[in-house]
């Protein structure tokens, strides 16, 4: 009987949890970051495009810079794109990581239609996107879920203290839901 020997991926010196055959190296991923010109998804790319995937980033540039970015603009592995995530956009990637968002008080009420807009169609697109070539989907939320939090740091299994009645509906978690509800409805109806 012949036995398959596995070894941790390494990439970088760094294990990246799954197995790959002996001798064969990891292939790199094509991997979409929505928002990744901004504090949080910039610092994501680094650590993709240094464990050896191809990333593109979608960014309106909206809080986001390219000076977050532009070390990685020689790369060939590295893209990016301005673009709205509201509006749908088409790429064949392996993974949608989604954090385009304004972040902070100041720009989330900025527009607060438009927020909405960007949370809830961008996140529509993302996933129909996601659906569509079969990409694994990472999103992205705030702390602003955990509502008033009775606990610092929350850590995983805490819970939050939310209303889940009050506004808190329109925020982009709750997208799946609405996309899953919207595939039923059409389904039976
Ligand atoms: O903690 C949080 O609440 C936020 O943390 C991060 O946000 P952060 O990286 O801190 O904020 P920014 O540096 O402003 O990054 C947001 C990015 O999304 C982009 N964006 C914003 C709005 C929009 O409509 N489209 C879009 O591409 C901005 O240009 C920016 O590059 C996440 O990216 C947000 O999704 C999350 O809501």
């Known amino acids: 009987m012949r036995h398959k020997y596995y070894e941790p991926a390494m990439v970088s010196g760094r294990s990246t949890g799954g197995k790959i055959p002996l001798g064969l190296k990891r292939k790199g991923l094509r991997i979409v970051v929505t928002g990744g010109a901004g504090f949080v998804g910039s610092h994501l790319v680094d650590r993709l495009i240094s464990r050896g995937d191809s990333v593109i980033v979608v960014d309106n540039f909206f809080t986001g810079r390219k000076e977050n970015v532009m070390h990685h603009f020689k790369n060939p592995r590295f893209e990016m794109i301005r673009h709205d995530v509201v509006e749908p956009l088409l790429l064949e990637v392996d993974q949608i990581y989604h954090l385009a968002c304004p972040a902070s008080p100041v720009h989330y009420k900025h527009n ?9 169609v961008g996140t529509l697109n993302m996933l129909g996107l996601a659906k569509r070539v079969g990409a694994r989907f990472l999103l992205t939320s ?8 009775l606990q610092h740091p929350q850590v995983e299994t805490y819970w939050g203290n939310v209303n889940p009645i009050g506004n808190s509906f329109l925020h982009a978690p709750f997208a799946p839901f609405f996309l899953y509800f919207f595939f039923f409805f059409f389904l039976v109806c």
């Open 142 to 149: 705030t702390s602003e879920v955990y509502g008033d939090p």
């Open 112 to 120: 607060p239609v438009k927020t909405i807009k960007t949370n809830v």
